[in-house]
């Protein structure tokens, strides 16, 4: 499989011994992945690469929230899929996930449960019909 056609995610997590180990258990796993260790490279990312799945950590740096990001990712591209990671989460935090719909994966995170869930929103995004406007 070349690089191409491997699904590219965007990881977002500004702990850089959390960053690297997810790339590198992802990328053993198949997957493409573009690291970010702050909202604003997350930023970048978005801008300049097709990501088609973005992993991203509640807690940034400052006041930035992994729920910023998702939401500023989905205004660029409304089908792309995200997973929010968290160590921490209140029940709002919680209950805004959910109503956004996006999956939340509490730290320290079951790998194996990491795999399904990224596996399973990347196929549902396949599935869906592609009417995203130009």
Same mark, same amino acid.
Request: proline residues 6%; negative net charge; glycine residues 4%.
């Given at each position: 499989?070349?690089? /191409? +056609? $491997?699904?590219?995610?965007?990881? %977002?997590?500004? =702990?850089? /011994?959390?960053l690297? #180990?997810?790339?590198?258990?992802?990328?053993?796993? !198949?997957?493409?992945?573009?690291?970010?260790? +702050? @909202?604003?490279?997350?930023?970048?990312?978005?801008?300049?690469? $097709?990501?088609?799945?973005?992993?991203?950590?509640?807690?940034? =740096?400052?006041?930035? @929230?992994?729920? *910023?990001?998702? *939401? +500023?990712? $989905?205004?660029?591209?409304?089908?792309? &899929? @995200?997973?929010l990671?968290t !160590?921490?989460? #209140? *029940?709002? /935090?919680?209950? $805004? /996930?959910?109503? @956004? !719909? %996006?999956? %939340?994966?509490?730290?320290?995170?079951?790998?194996? =449960?990491?795999? =399904? #869930?990224?596996?399973?929103?990347?196929?549902?995004?396949? *599935?869906? &019909?592609? #009417?995203?406007?130009?």
């Open positions: 499989m070349n690089a /191409a +056609s $491997k699904p590219h995610l965007l990881v %977002v997590d500004d =702990e850089p /011994a959390v690297i #180990t997810y790339q590198l258990i992802l990328e053993q796993k !198949g997957y493409r992945v573009s690291p970010a260790s +702050s @909202s604003q490279e997350a930023y970048q990312t978005l801008r300049s690469e $097709k990501v088609d799945l973005l992993v991203c950590d509640l807690s940034l =740096e400052h006041s930035e @929230s992994g729920f *910023e990001v998702i *939401e +500023s990712a $989905k205004r660029e591209n409304p089908l792309l &899929p @995200s997973l990671i !160590g921490y989460a #209140t *029940e709002t /935090a919680i209950q $805004k /996930a959910e109503d @956004s !719909g %996006v999956p %939340v994966l509490f730290k320290p995170i079951d790998i194996q =449960e990491l795999f =399904e #869930t990224i596996a399973s929103l990347l196929r549902n995004t396949r *599935e869906q &019909p592609q #009417t995203r406007g130009a």
